[in-house]
């Protein structure tokens, strides 16, 4: 893909971004972050910092370091901005480090009793500093999400989300995959909360299928910041 390519096709990505926020502020009224944002209700932003090691198969890791910011524009809408602003890379046959994609989201929740409901939409640059830390493609990606409180303490979340390719390097494998992930949530005292995620993947341009479970540990300093 030539410059001139590239450059109108960020363009449009960031113009679906500003289109998804300024219908979020007029309607004046959200894949795991929508979980975090239920349950501490009442916060109207948030930024996390986020520090994780993901093991890869068949050997290797990724540390990463994750900026994300939270919005809530209402009661019912937000918007979620997140980049890993540092990725370091590991593998038998190599290693790099750098940046990778930029996110952005605009989700809708609201409750009914003990349940929750709701819907987001996601947008990805593929602006990672390397190919290794990003997909190379721009991403266009919707999931719905169903969430039960079972008490002050627990809830527990069910995501479905359908990632699709659009665009980016021609150079690149364009993908569509289907994920389903489960959320259980534990609040705990001195603002600590304990999250995990069970999550399965369908890839849809062939019968690729895998796991990924994750367990991190969320320290809430206040309303507005937490690690």
């Known amino acids: 893909m030539d410059c001139a390519s590239v450059t109108s096709f960020k363009r449009t990505l960031f113009a679906v971004m500003a289109m998804i926020v300024v219908v979020g502020l007029l309607c004046q009224e959200a894949e795991a972050q929508a979980v975090r944002s239920a349950s501490f209700t009442g916060m109207d932003s948030r930024a996390d910092l986020i520090v994780k090691r993901v093991r890869l198969r068949p050997a290797g890791h990724a540390d990463n370091l994750i900026l994300k910011y939270d919005q809530k524009l209402t009661p019912s809408f937000a918007i979620?901005?997140?980049?890993?602003?540092?990725?370091?890379?590991?593998?038998?046959?190599?290693?790099?480090?750098?940046?990778?994609?930029?996110?952005?989201?605009?989700?809708?929740?609201?409750?009914?009793?003990?349940?929750m409901q709701g819907a987001a939409v996601e947008v990805v640059l593929p602006v990672a500093s390397e190919d290794a830390l990003g997909t190379g493609r721009g991403q266009l990606n919707a999931s719905g999400i169903l969430i039960r409180v079972f008490s002050p303490s627990f809830l527990t979340a069910v995501v479905l989300k359908?990632?699709?390719?659009?665009?980016?390097?021609a150079g690149r494998e364009a993908f569509s995959n289907t994920e389903v992930r489960v959320i259980p949530e534990w609040l705990m005292a001195d603002g600590y909360a304990m999250m995990g995620e069970l999550r399965h993947t369908m890839e849809h341009r062939s019968d690729k299928r895998w796991q990924r479970a994750e367990a991190p540990l969320i320290k809430r300093f206040d309303r507005n910041w937490a690690v």
């Open 80 to 115: 979620n901005l997140e980049l890993p602003a540092h990725i370091h890379l590991v593998t038998p046959w190599f290693s790099t480090s750098g940046h990778g994609d930029f996110f952005a989201r605009a989700r809708w929740i609201v409750s009914q009793g003990a349940w």
């Open 162 to 169: 359908q990632v699709t390719s659009v665009g980016g390097d």
